[in-house]
């Protein structure tokens, strides 16, 4: 069998391991945006115990090796009696440390809303958790699209690290062709390929994930999202108006 029939015979088994990337790419970014909105809650809260807890988890995953991280999840942590399953590990260490970063992202998307509105929110006495899901969140989401794209195609490319915990993903398979054929060239040109279309394709995703919230934004907020000028009312839909 010639060495073009090997690769090729390989392909259909290096293609499975596309969901699991996947996969291992959804959850980590399902566990990122609630840690990301958490993290950036507290950075910013008035006291002092939870700005200091929330920086301590920002810069302990920002400031430590990801790889690092994940090793000590895998094999350091059932010594501790914590066994985790390698695709838990992958999602957990992934997630956190996405969501480290992106929570300046959220962070910063919610301190760009108008000071008015909060504090017409609060003059008229709306609960907190009002405030934070019907007037800043909904006004914060279009900011946070398109870093978000960014985000998303940075932990699809960064998924790669789970392989190294036995998760068979793309690079984990890729790296099991290559020992087999003995060649590198041309199974890891394919998987940079693969990579590359589902970064193109993630991509588009976001995009049209953008476009629709930006329409449904403009037509429920108005003026907000047209210009960045100082608007002290709260939108409507806030309030509950028909």
């Known amino acids: 069998m010639t060495g073009n029939a090997s690769l090729i015979d390989y392909l259909p088994f290096l293609l499975q391991g596309i969901p699991v990337t996947l996969e291992v790419t959804f959850y980590a970014m399902l566990l990122a945006m609630p840690v990301s909105v958490i993290l950036a809650l507290g950075r910013g809260s008035q006291w002092r115990a939870a700005r200091w807890s929330a920086g301590f988890v920002i810069e302990t995953f920002r400031g430590t090796s990801a790889l690092i991280q994940l090793f000590w ?49 609060i003059a008229l006495h709306l609960p907190r958790r009002y405030r934070f899901f019907r007037i800043m969140l909904p006004q914060a989401l279009p900011i946070m699209i398109p870093p978000f794209g960014n985000a998303l195609v940075g932990m699809l490319k960064f998924s790669a690290l789970v392989s190294l915990v036995t998760i068979q993903d793309l690079s984990f398979r890729a ?58 009312t709260i939108p409507a839909w806030a309030l509950g108006a028909k």
């Open 73 to 121: 999840a895998f094999y350091v942590l059932p010594f501790f009696g914590i066994n985790l399953p390698p695709l838990a590990a992958g999602v957990l260490v992934l997630g956190l440390n996405e969501g480290s970063y992106f929570s300046e992202v959220v962070r910063g998307a919610l301190g760009s809303i108008m000071a008015g509105q909060r504090e017409a929110a």
């Open 175 to 232: 790296g099991l062709i290559r020992t087999s054929l003995g060649e590198s060239g041309p199974i890891f040109a394919i998987t940079l390929v693969l990579y590359f279309i589902m970064a193109v394709m993630a991509a588009f995703l976001v995009k049209l994930l953008e476009r629709w919230v930006n329409r449904r934004a403009g037509r429920e907020v108005g003026p907000l999202f047209a210009s960045q000028r100082a608007m002290t």
